[in-house]
């Protein structure tokens, strides 16, 4: 086959081949039962290996209960939970795709409902979404935003122990069969809500300067990649800006230090850390207010300044939605991985398609052979009623 594109050439990182740069983003489902995966997961991620992403990542996947962002969200502090996830690795792996996790603490964010509910924080011990709701955890006593939670401030003896759940879970995520790890640092959860000076205002070894905000994030990538194993990539994704405090200079300095430590790439996502809906400057100096409103490949640039600061691999996300414009970000070198998520929501065979687009040849080969019988013969069927045309 002609290939030519870099969107469609594989990359390795460590003992792992990607057949191509496609990435799932992590996606919340808010579909598990006490942390265990449901069929909705299975669907859900094995749809997009049969869409040939190369890199297929579960949800944001809690380390303990009281991570979880929703009574609803997905765990990996049980064996249980662990084992559910086996058949869709299994399956992914049988696409010929790669299966990734992203493990997670929701800290301050916490114990709130799902979105289609508002995304509301619960009362402690509402049952509401299946399990009675939790008393959140923080760096200090700052709430995300009014009406939620004050979180409890963690002791040094709970920031050992949670560094501990994100170790036993990155041990878990092993014997479930994922291949890739990431640390979800991003988007105002707990990892972010030490790093940022917004909501952590500690004076101890774990608060102050950038050093000590660093901390917790550094100590997690350190324990997680200690009970990883030595030929499995390690991602970690960040809030490259948060607008409150915490800059790119900072995400260079740190994506630096982590990658000294054995992470290799850097998932470049931004904002979350408050309550507000997250917002950049537009060009006229307009705040951003929604989603929908940022222009395409907003995060782009954090990818590329981060790769090139601190000389590490990096994942572009954010409004990725077509393929000449994925392929233009790995040709500009602002990235080494594309991430997806709504616009794969959208159309799950979104990989297959790039494939048609941006090569000439055999341009079905991607194609599950359960499917590509009969789609040639659809195009072949196609090719003739035009032909009478
Ligand atoms: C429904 C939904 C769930 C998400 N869940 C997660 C998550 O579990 N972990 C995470 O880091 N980001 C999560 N995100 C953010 C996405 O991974 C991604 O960074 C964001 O949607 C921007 O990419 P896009 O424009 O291609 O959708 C979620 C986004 C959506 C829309």
């Not at 669907?43 to 380390?63: K, Q, Y």
């Not at 209960?65 to 009574?71: E, L, S």
């Not at 054995?262 to 997250?278: H, Y």
């Not at 954010?318 to 393929?323: H, K, S, V």
């Amino acid at each position: 086959m002609k290939n030519n594109t870099k969107l469609f050439s594989p990359l390795k990182l460590r003992g792992v081949t990607l057949p191509n740069r496609v990435v799932l983003s992590p996606l919340c489902m808010y579909s598990a039962n006490s942390g265990v995966a449901s069929n909705w997961q299975f669907a859900h991620l094995s749809t997009f290996a049969r869409g040939g992403v190369g890199l297929v990542f579960a949800e944001a996947t809690a380390v303990e209960p009281k991570g979880r962002i929703t009574p609803r969200c997905l765990g990996i502090w049980t064996d249980e939970q662990a084992e559910a996830l086996k058949p869709t690795t299994e399956f992914i792996t049988s696409m010929g795709s790669v299966p990734g996790i992203q493990i997670a603490h929701a800290g301050r964010k916490a114990s709130a409902s799902p979105p289609w509910d508002g995304g509301k924080p619960l009362r402690i011990g509402d049952t509401a979404w299946g399990d009675p709701s939790w008393e959140v955890m923080g760096p200090s006593a700052v709430p995300l935003a009014e009406g939620w939670q004050t979180p409890h401030v963690m002791s040094e003896d709970d920031i050992a122990a949670t560094i501990n759940n994100f170790a036993s879970s990155a041990s878990r995520a092993v014997t479930a069969g994922f291949k890739v790890l990431e640390i979800h640092g991003a988007h105002g959860y707990l990892i972010h809500s030490f790093l940022s000076p917004l909501s952590n205002q500690r004076n101890d070894a774990y608060g102050g300067d950038l050093k000590g905000r660093m901390r917790f994030a550094i100590e997690v990538a350190e324990a997680v990649r200690a009970s990883w194993p030595n030929d499995l990539p390690l991602f970690f994704r960040i809030s490259a800006v948060d607008n409150h405090g915490w800059s790119i200079e900072d995400s260079v300095v740190l994506s630096n230090e982590l990658k000294l430590r054995g992470v290799d790439v850097i998932d470049c996502s931004a904002g979350g850390i408050s309550g507000a809906p997250a917002f950049r400057a537009k060009d006229d100096g307009s705040p951003v207010k929604t989603s929908s409103d940022r222009p395409l490949g907003f995060q782009v640039p954090y990818a590329s300044q981060i790769r090139k600061g601190a000389g590490v691999a990096t994942l572009a996300v954010g409004r990725i939605i077509e393929a000449h414009q994925a392929e233009k970000i790995l040709n500009d070198d602002s990235a080494d991985l594309i991430g997806i998520g709504r616009e794969l929501m959208y159309n799950p065979f979104w990989t297959l398609h790039a494939a048609e687009q941006l090569k000439s040849e055999d341009v079905l080969e991607g194609w599950p052979d359960q499917y590509r019988w009969a789609i040639t013969r659809r195009a072949d069927l196609e090719q003739g009623a035009k032909n009478q045309r």
